[in-house]
């Protein structure tokens, strides 16, 4: 319990020294690979990566293209018509329904807060994990209990909390000694989002914290005591080591949280059903609501396609953005 | 998304364990770690223990309990009566081993799809492999809801063969079969990601040592690479089992008959008129536990298993 | 060389294995439910399938397994055989089996649903004689024009409940269906209920609750004050009816009553358990809730009609009722059993067992309590009286998932009357959109 040694695993070195021991013979290396090689290495690879590609078309590729062509049809769940083509109508009545528009600004919003507190809630609590204190071990087990529990079963035990008598309140009550109002949390429209946005943290801050652990463990050692013989304080050690040597985590951080944080839709669906008054609607529980509630397969393709092209360009910027720091 | 692709090449092997990396920090400031992490603790486990202790409670005291600490302790009528009504409304040992048997499989042929992937696309040379690359990991970004609809009008169109008696049969259609659960899940962007990643790290070097011993291509993947994968083929699974167990509207869609349903589907059942909450918090207690047994036995690999195989990135 | 080829072969067995056990697995799992619906050997031609919502509900789905086994062992022509969902998905089940074309024989159905589904051409008429249906309660039955779709064994009444105790205490009238609350003695009720300052809200309508439950429980607060969700002349339209005068009253009574601190926008998430508890003195619940509430409370309860908010007191009726597919291949073993299954005896078992309504006369006379006289008479005049089914019309799934929308909205404090046009303004699209859902 008390060992805060890192997170390489005890085979791994092992394995290694094997494989070093294996690599020292000698052998002469690229020129050992003629044209017929080659054209044998691109068969083994398409019979490699086959079985992937086929089942991610099939299961993938082939269900968005689905999407795209039914985001243009009136096309019904069930209905004895034949499915039109209407060309750009889901997308014209989309424009003007003040529900998309809300779904939208909740995404941005939610993806605004959550990628950035997130982030820095889990590098905090991998600093806090890192440090050497006693149960680290139990800590780092603890925090990463959510993260392996079903989000239906979370958001329900947490709509508990959240209600005006729930738990959350009264604590609140106590705390402030009476002078706290309790709050009907995911009934009012100002507090709702922000709710769902520290439950769905506590859910998912465990695993990044693991991915932030992984990478503090790849700043060398050799670092931070060149750093303590030169004086640094706790801040500057952070600032001119740990952080500048967490980059390449930092990318890879970014655009999970970004993913998952516009995919947001489990807690919604649990929780609020979008409201109270569309404050709380994101665009994927719009799509499942019109095309599953309302039997509206092609407005709900509409706002699917919608969805891809937010997150494409989202993901563009940020490898934009990413990109120039290199 | 090249941003994920090209960040890693350079990637070392993990490096050796750091731990004298510090001076031992200094005792009040220990002290508020230790405070801080307490409460911390506190926060990420009350929720969960609600759970546990409300199960142990008939309907009306949860919901007077509800508002105080009690809340939290196992007082009052407590008795195990929820867990025998589970045991009455639902096939729970049925719904378990239909979890255990999709979500395993799913596991074992996404490892081996998806890291056999990964080494043609790391550990050989071809054209068009970083086109291949980046159309895979540009997949991750499509969330599995929106593609739902299609999906089950598509998977509805697929043959499928299937055992009638001693005959085997081809009928159309996936509705109400294990595979629809499975096979649509076995390939997955982000388990190739992890593989490449890690198998990045891996030298070059082994492969031409083993080519030199007469090894084809698979062998090196059997022999060489894959038993030097440990970590990333423990992450890829637990990231894999995740959310297959925790699958609700998929199956909901697709699955009719009961013998086929998975455990998360289960908590429908319990949503009546009058909802039986003890039930829901005692179920939702059984299908929990088996997933934090898991974890709890293995979390030291599983965590150091996700920290060093290569999500570091 | 040799030793490479085997690891080779036997790595590539492993996944041929695999594969094939996924797809092995697959077939003893579902080869009896394609013998049901395509009809494989000679054997299963004559086993049809049944599909009922009652998965977790062990005292109903007892009664429908006791009626097929009757069925079953009455003749040796046919057999049924029962498959159980979970209520909360069983919707979504059938619409999905519905798109796949994988429908059983026999299905029960949320009464209100029947339209869409007999529009969208999932359900078949059933024939049945027409004297079946003498003495049975008209919400019990799908009737779409002329022909009879489903029939139900029992309804669901919706009431309050409240201590007589309480409400005396207080000064406040007992109400009857004989002489319901007013608008204003209501909202003189609830005053009085709350300067006793004993609840922080007296008034708990199950706010929390969600899906269908919206429009079955707070459409007739709408129909009685003079609302509708959709003009019923034609059901073309919902302008004017949802969004008109009569039905702003009704969105500014029903916010009042949050705004004037009467009951909470959204309630616990169980209402009968905050009402047992003493966390409410009014609840709006149906006749399922009644065994909690007089288990606890014994004789000090009294069932009371919903108040009169003009056109009279409203309550929903129509539940569950049993139909037959149109993706039926077997249509004579599904009328078969539908037809047996309309015996009086199978509706005392529901009424007897659920505690509910029993659909017909003759069965009513035969349950103690809904026998004249009996504690749960009152259920039966509720539902003679008041009840008022969900419009008859495909378009209800949208009117129905429209509606839940709107009226949570209002609930929150949305200002009532462009929440309730864009609502009429959605329903009218969507029915345009399919030309007017016409049969």
Request: hydrophobic share 45%; with cysteine.
């Amino acid at each position: 319990m008390v060992s805060t040694t890192p997170l390489a695993p005890g085979n791994e070195p092992a394995a290694l020294t094997t494989t070093r021991r294996k690599s020292a013979r000698p052998f002469a290396g690229g020129q050992r690979r003629p044209t017929s090689a080659r054209s044998r290495e691109s068969r083994t690879a398409a019979w490699m990566v086959g079985p992937a590609g086929i089942l991610l078309f099939l299961f993938l590729v082939v269900p968005v293209v689905l999407a795209f062509i039914l985001a243009f049809t009136n096309a019904r769940l069930i209905s004895p018509r034949p499915a039109e083509f209407i060309g750009f109508d889901n997308f014209t009545n989309l424009f003007t329904d003040s529900v998309f528009w809300a779904s939208l600004r909740n995404n941005v919003v939610f993806a605004l807060v959550i990628v950035p507190v997130q982030a820095g809630f889990g590098l905090v609590l991998a600093l806090l994990v890192n440090a050497k204190v006693r149960g680290t071990n139990f800590f780092r087990t603890v925090y990463f209990v959510p993260v392996v529990t079903s989000i239906v079963v979370i958001s329900l035990l947490w709509k508990f909390l959240y209600q005006l008598d729930g738990l959350l309140n009264q604590m609140l009550v106590r705390v402030t000694f009476g002078h706290f109002t309790p709050i009907d949390w995911l009934n009012n429209p100002s507090t709702a989002l922000p709710a769902i946005m520290v439950m769905s943290v506590w859910q998912g801050v465990g695993f990044h914290m693991i991915i932030w652990l992984a990478g503090l463990q790849t700043i060398p050692a050799d670092l931070y005591e060149a750093g303590d013989l030169d004086g640094a304080s706790g801040w500057q050690r952070f600032r001119y080591i740990t952080w500048p040597g967490l980059r390449a985590t930092r990318t890879f951080i970014l655009i999970t949280i970004t993913i998952s944080a516009l995919s947001l839709f489990s807690q919604i669906s649990v929780m609020t059903q979008g409201g109270p008054l569309d404050s709380t609607t994101t665009l994927v529980f719009m799509a499942v609501r019109s095309g599953y509630k309302q039997l509206a397969t092609g407005y709900a393709s509409a706002i699917s396609l919608i969805f891809f092209v937010l997150v494409l360009t989202v993901a563009a910027i940020q490898r934009f953005l990413t990109r120039e720091k290199v | 998304m090249a941003a994920l692709t090209d960040a890693p090449t350079g990637v070392q092997p993990a490096p050796a364990p750091q731990n004298r990396r510090r001076a031992p920090v200094s005792r009040p400031r220990s002290v508020l770690i230790t405070v801080a992490r307490v409460v911390l603790v506190l926060v990420f486990v009350l929720p969960l223990l609600f759970m546990f202790v409300s199960s142990l409670k008939p309907d009306l005291q949860i919901f007077a309990d509800m508002t105080n600490w009690r809340a939290f302790l196992p007082v009052g009528d407590v008795s195990l009566d929820n867990y025998a009504g589970v045991f009455d409304r639902v096939p729970f040992l049925r719904f378990l081993l239909n979890s255990i048997g999709i979500s395993g499989l799913t596991v074992v042929l996404g490892i081996f799809v998806n890291s056999l992937a990964a080494f043609g696309l790391s550990r050989l040379q071809w054209r068009g492999q970083q086109a291949v690359l980046t159309a895979i990991i540009a997949t991750l970004i499509v969330p599995f809801e929106t593609l739902a609809l299609p999906l089950l009008w598509w998977v509805n169109k697929l043959p499928s063969i299937q055992l009638d008696g001693f005959h085997l049969v081809f009928t159309t259609g996936w509705i109400d079969t294990y595979q629809v659960q499975i096979i649509p899940f076995i390939a997955n962007a982000f388990s190739i990601f992890l593989f490449y990643q890690y198998f990045s790290s891996i030298p070059r070097e082994l492969d031409e040592a083993a080519r030199m011993d007469g090894a084809g291509w698979f062998r090196i993947y059997r022999s060489v690479v894959m038993p030097l994968s440990g970590p990333a083929i423990a992450t890829v699974a637990i990231l894999t089992f995740l959310p297959i167990w925790n699958a609700y509207m998929w199956p909901l869609m697709v699955v009719q008959r009961e013998e086929l349903r998975p455990v998360m589907v289960g908590i429908q059942y319990f949503f009546q008129l009058n909802v039986a909450w003890g039930q829901v918090m005692a179920y939702a207690s059984m299908i929990t536990i088996p997933v934090l047994v898991l974890f709890l036995g293995f979390q030291r690999s599983f965590i150091n298993s996700i920290a060093s195989s290569g999500v570091k990135g | 060389m040799a030793y490479r080829t085997i690891r080779r072969l036997s790595a590539a067995s492993l996944a041929i294995g695999a594969l094939a056990l996924t797809s092995a697995c697959s077939g003893s799992g579902s080869g009896s439910s394609s013998d049901a619906s395509s009809g494989g050997g000679s054997s299963s031609d004559s086993t049809i399938e049944l599909w009922t919502h009652n998965g977790g509900n062990e005292a109903e789905l007892g009664v429908v397994n006791r009626i097929v086994k009757d069925f079953n062992g009455s003749q040796d022509k046919y057999t049924v055989k029962v498959q159980s969902f979970p209520q909360d998905s069983y919707n979504d089940a059938v619409v999905a089996a519905a798109s796949a074309k994988k429908l059983p024989c026999v299905v029960d159905i949320d009464a209100p649903n029947v339209p869409n589904w007999a529009w969208a051409g999932y359900l078949a008429p059933l024939d049945l004689p027409e004297s079946t249906w003498d003495g049975q309660l008209p919400t019990t039955i799908g009737k779409i024009g002329d022909e009879v779709y489903s029939y139900g064994f029992y309804d669901v009444a919706l009431a309050m409940f409240a201590r007589p105790s309480v409400l005396q205490a207080a000064g406040i009238r007992v109400a009857t269906p004989d002489e319901p609350w007013t608008k204003a003695e209501f909202a003189d009720a609830l005053a009085k209920l709350k300067a006793t300052g004993t609840w922080p809200y007296p008034l708990d309508l199950g706010t929390g609750g969600g899906g269908e439950w919206i429009p079955y429980a707070y459409s007739p607060f709408l129909q009685s004050a003079g609302g509708d969700l959709i003009d019923r002349k034609d059901y073309q339209s919902a302008e004017g009816v949802l969004n008109g005068p009569e039905a702003l009253d009704w969105a500014n009574w029903f916010q009042g009553l949050v705004k004037d601190g009467y009951m909470a926008a959204k309630s616990g998430a169980d209402a009968t358990a905050d009402f047992v508890n003493g966390k409410s003195a009014i609840l709006y619940s149906g006749s399922w809730a009644n065994d909690t509430v007089r288990k606890a409370f014994g004789d000090d309860i009294a069932v009371i009609p919903p108040p009169d908010l003009g056109e009279g007191p409203k309550i929903g009726g129509g539940s569950w009722q049993w139909g037959m597919t149109d993706q039926c291949k077997n249509t004579d073993a599904a009328k078969a059993y539908l037809e047996f299954a309309h015996q009086t005896k199978y509706f005392v078992d529901f009424a007897n067992t659920l505690g509910l309504i029993p659909a017909t006369e003759e069965a009513a006379a035969q349950v103690p309590a809904y026998a004249p006289g009996g504690e749960n008479e009152i259920y039966l005049t509720l539902a003679k009286d008041f009840a008022l089914v969900r419009p008859v019309t495909p378009a209800y799934p949208i009117i129905s998932s429209v509606f839940q929308k709107a009226t949570q909205d209002i609930l929150s404090g949305g200002d009532p009357q462009p929440i309730l046009d864009k609502a009429a303004k959605d329903i009218d699209a969507d029915i345009k959109q399919n030309g007017g859902y016409t049969y």
